[in-house]
């Protein structure tokens, strides 16, 4: 039985999870790039960046933003499809 507790550990497990997903990524992308000139456009030291940006990191959504908006990205929520009834 799912009560409202236990769905919200479960979403924030989730929401953890895709964080540290996306920050990885981005982390490799950001290496594979130039660290020093991103952690100027988003306003980061260098270092706290290369630890942010670690799966293990524990990167906060702003901040990964942030390093979206210096790669010229931008996160995008759409209306998802509504199923037809069976």
């Known amino acids: 039985m799912h009560t409202g507790k ?9 929401k953890k999870i895709l964080t540290a997903l996306v920050a990885a990524e981005l982390g490799d992308v950001a290496r594979a790039k130039d660290m ?4 100027q456009k988003t306003g980061f030291g260098r270092e706290s960046l290369y630890k942010a940006l670690l799966a293990e990191g524990n990167s906060e959504l702003s901040t990964i933003l942030k390093v979206m908006d ?5 996160l ?9 009834a069976a």
């Open 6 to 14: 236990t769905i919200k550990n479960s979403v924030t497990r989730v």
């Open 36 to 39: 020093t000139q991103i952690a």
């Open 70 to 74: 210096a790669f010229g990205l931008k």
């Open 76 to 84: 995008h929520a759409r209306p998802r499809k509504t199923r037809k």
